[in-house]
């Protein structure tokens, strides 16, 4: 039996939706680490992740993210909401949204759990467990599972 896994014929679209330059970078090359081909667009506040998302202006021309990783401290909209946004929409729900965050609080953990995230995962400080993480992440959502 062959288990090859199935890949996208083109790279993966993540929307990185993130305040922190530095940490930006961090995903970006730890991601990179994962020799998935993929593009990466970025977002600073909820507000624009739910533009972005749907296409709205200065985001018209861009094409539905495969992934979404999205911090929980953020400005204008919370990330609650932005999360709660996409999987009420039965156009988006199926994109996979990861949360990537600082916090080890059990009421966020569970409150993203429970409006539906995919993944939650905390954000570490050392570079190895960094590089495992995006390793890890792109292994398993971009080469290993068949995305929508």
Same mark, same amino acid.
């Given at each position: ?25 961090? #995903? !970006? ?6 020799? @998935? +081909? ?8 909820? &507000? %624009? ?36 946004? #996409? !999987? ?6 199926? @994109? +996979? ?8 609080? &059990? %009421? ?41």
């Amino acid at each position: 039996m062959n288990m090859q896994a199935v890949q996208l014929k083109r790279p993966a679209r993540i929307l990185l939706v993130e305040d922190n330059p530095a940490d930006v970078k961090l #995903i !970006k090359e730890a991601l990179g680490s994962a020799d @998935i +081909p993929f593009t990466l667009s970025h977002v600073t506040n909820g &507000e %624009a992740a739910l533009d972005y998302i749907y296409q709205r202006e200065p985001f018209k021309a861009v094409l539905r993210p495969d992934l979404i990783i999205l911090d929980l401290n953020l400005p204008k909209i919370k990330w609650h909401e932005v999360l709660s946004e #996409i !999987k009420k929409d039965e156009k988006l729900k199926a @994109i +996979p949204v990861i949360i990537l965050t600082s916090s080890i609080s &059990e %009421a966020d953990i569970r409150k993203s759990y429970e409006l539906f995230a995919n993944t939650y995962f905390v954000k570490r400080t050392d570079l190895t467990e960094i590089f495992a993480m995006g390793e890890g992440i792109g292994n398993y959502w971009l080469k290993l599972c068949e995305l929508p």
